[in-house]
């Protein structure tokens, strides 16, 4: 899509004019379509991202969307490089369910606190000392972890899964994510037994303050993400993944909404539900220089400049950006996700569909 701001960017470029910050956000959005083009490839976005990075996916057919419908989309769609804007481990799902692909990431380093809190060498002790149970994965763990699970969840599937398994008399060991663990254990009344790791910007947000946030906006209804603590959920008119709770914000009957999720949800939920209030859940009581900074650093790490360096180089440049998978953990790891995507596919309300209608070029979901 070309723009007239493009247009006033090139004539201001070619009279040696300095560019303003406007017309040089347009010419680096610009760049990264030709480059996506150029190279066959499709963005596969998550929420959390920076926001031009999130329009410019939408813009290119691309997608933005939480972990389980970015799996959903990088498999089905007939681009053959995936440039994935998230987390390790969303590049490292794209590439075990379509390893004929090219994933390509702007950043190799930009990881998340579960998985880190995850190691899977421990893990691997845990599973061997409870073979009686079924092993149950959040998705926010690496491919070697995966590759050692029965099953791997979403936020978004995993309370009809755990259900399921508890309704089959199976006992579960469940990791990384201590909250969601109990979350989905309180829900399903399931058998499980947990790892302990948390969401370094989740785990941030505060019961007692937020208490005080709704005494004065008794109005706002409380969209939380189970990777929040107890005291959080609790207060939740409604619990869910980056998509239910983008879908909450337009679908239910309220005008201001207190959001317990990372920053970067907001530029979607804007453009979903414009005229809506959306205020940021507290991450920290009065006096703190900063009383609601929820913002994943790891997905800070993307941006449209960081896309159009890893597109832009030599093919060995680009090779730097590509995940890179073992065969064997890639077999290994797929069983558990493929098990939750039928799963999914199967069951009718098991997850939420994609927020903000189908793109296309893509194959059925
Ligand atoms: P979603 O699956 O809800 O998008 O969550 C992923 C994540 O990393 C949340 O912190
Ligand atoms: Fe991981 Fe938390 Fe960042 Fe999500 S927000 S990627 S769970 S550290």
């Known amino acids: 899509m070309n723009t007239g701001l493009d247009t006033v960017a090139r004539a201001a470029r070619t009279a040696g004019a300095p560019l303003s910050d406007a017309d040089t956000r347009s010419l680096a959005r610009e760049r990264a379509r030709d480059l996506l083009a150029r190279h066959d490839a499709v963005l596969v976005a998550h929420y959390y991202v920076d926001g031009e990075l999130q329009d410019l996916a939408l813009e290119t057919g691309g997608c933005v969307a939480d972990s389980l419908e970015m799996a959903r989309f990088g498999r089905s769609h007939l681009a053959r490089t995936l440039v994935v804007a998230g987390v390790r481990f969303m590049g490292e799902t794209a590439k075990i369910l379509s390893p004929e692909k090219r994933v390509l990431m702007p950043d190799l380093e930009a990881t998340c606190s579960l998985d880190i809190g995850c190691p899977p060498d421990r893990f691997a002790r845990f599973c061997d000392e409870h073979p009686d149970r079924t092993v149950v994965v959040y998705a926010n763990t690496s491919a070697a972890v995966k590759a050692r699970a029965d099953w791997m969840v979403t936020s978004s599937c995993a309370l009809p899964i755990v259900a399921d398994l508890k309704a089959r008399g199976e006992k579960v060991l469940w990791a990384p994510d201590r909250h969601l663990g109990r979350y989905v254990q309180q829900q399903t009344g399931a058998d499980m037994l947990l790892w302990d790791a948390t969401c370094v910007v ?29 005291s ?65 650093p790891w997905m800070a790490m993307n941006s449209v400049d960081r896309l159009v360096q890893c597109l832009s180089g030599d093919a060995r440049t680009i090779a730097a950006h590509a995940i890179e998978l073992d065969p064997r953990v890639i077999r290994d790891a797929r069983t558990c996700i493929e098990r939750m995507l039928d799963f999914v596919a199967q069951t009718p309300g098991a997850a939420a569909s994609p927020a903000g209608g189908f793109v296309p070029n893509l194959g059925a979901a």
Do not use: N, W, Y
């Open 202 to 230: 989740h785990d941030e947000f505060k019961g007692i303050e937020l208490e005080l946030m709704r005494k004065e906006h008794p109005r706002a209804r409380v969209l939380v993400h189970p990777e929040s603590p107890e």
């Open 232 to 296: 959080v959920i609790r207060q939740a008119d409604r619990v869910g993944s980056t998509t239910q709770l983008l879908r909450a914000v337009s679908e239910m009957d309220a005008d201001e909404f207190i959001v317990a999720t990372d920053a970067g949800l907001f530029h979607r939920m804007r453009q979903m539900a414009p005229g809506k209030t959306l205020l940021e859940a507290p991450t920290a009581g009065a006096g703190a220089t900063c009383k609601s900074c929820a913002h994943c």
